[in-house]
């Protein structure tokens, strides 16, 4: 079976531009989430949706960056306008939705912003 | 401030070597999970605990879960140059709102 699925795997850009990433979480999965993560701060973590609602989006940094969930099998990430600190790996994970539920991590986006 | 502490930050041993990593927090989990993350790709899951004292084993790895709740250690024995990767602890804090450690990177030479 696919597992989750994340595009583009890289993107440079430069600052000011507008920046969409996608991901397809695995088939029969009620959750997903957005990390990001740097060497810095680590793995954050930005928004999760459970049943395509957004549940908890205190971790997005500001309002450059918004996330949707259309359907249960398909979920974006947009950052406008994207500053060069917002270079980083971002993965989505999706997971069945039980509190103690494995995450399964896609392979990451990474974005670096010139 | 991270809400999860994790050391050493970096560790470097010889292949057969023993080692163990520690995950640590003032808060208290619900449950909490180890990860091994490999150069460009995403974590994946090593274990889940939930129980305080919780011991379990997986091959050469040894998860532990502290009696209150609020840390872990990863032993591993004989270690080879496969267990290499980034070791992330994540705690649950409550529904699914998982935090992540900083991650232990361990080098395994051969």
């Known amino acids: 079976d696919a597992g989750v699925i994340q595009s583009p795997r890289h993107e440079v850009t430069e600052m000011g531009q507008e920046v969409t990433l996608r991901c397809k979480p695995i088939?029969?999965?009620?959750?997903l989430f957005w990390y990001r993560q740097t060497m810095m701060r680590g793995l954050e973590l930005l928004i999760y949706f459970n049943n395509n609602v957004p549940i908890d989006d205190s971790g997005m940094p500001e309002d450059r960056f918004s996330a949707k969930m259309p359907n249960a099998s398909f979920s974006t990430l947009k950052i406008q306008p994207s500053e060069p600190r917002d270079s980083a790996v971002y993965f989505c994970a999706s997971s069945l939705g039980v509190n103690t539920g494995e995450l399964f991590f896609g392979e990451g986006s990474r974005l670096t912003v010139l | 401030t991270q809400l999860l502490e994790q050391s050493p930050q970096f560790l470097s041993i010889q292949e057969g070597e023993n080692l163990t990593v520690y995950c640590n927090s003032s808060?208290?989990?619900?449950?909490l999970q180890w990860y091994r993350q490999e150069p460009g790709e995403g974590p994946v899951l090593l274990v889940t605990v939930v129980t305080g004292g919780e011991v379990k084993k997986l091959k050469r790895l040894t998860f532990q879960f502290g009696d209150a709740r609020k840390d872990s250690s990863l032993h591993i024995t004989a270690a080879q140059p496969g267990d290499t990767g980034l070791y992330l602890c994540a705690g649950a804090l409550g529904g699914q709102n998982f935090v992540f450690g900083p991650g232990t990177r361990l080098s395994v030479l051969p």
């Open positions: 808060s208290v989990f619900s449950s």
């Open positions: 088939s029969g999965h009620n959750s």
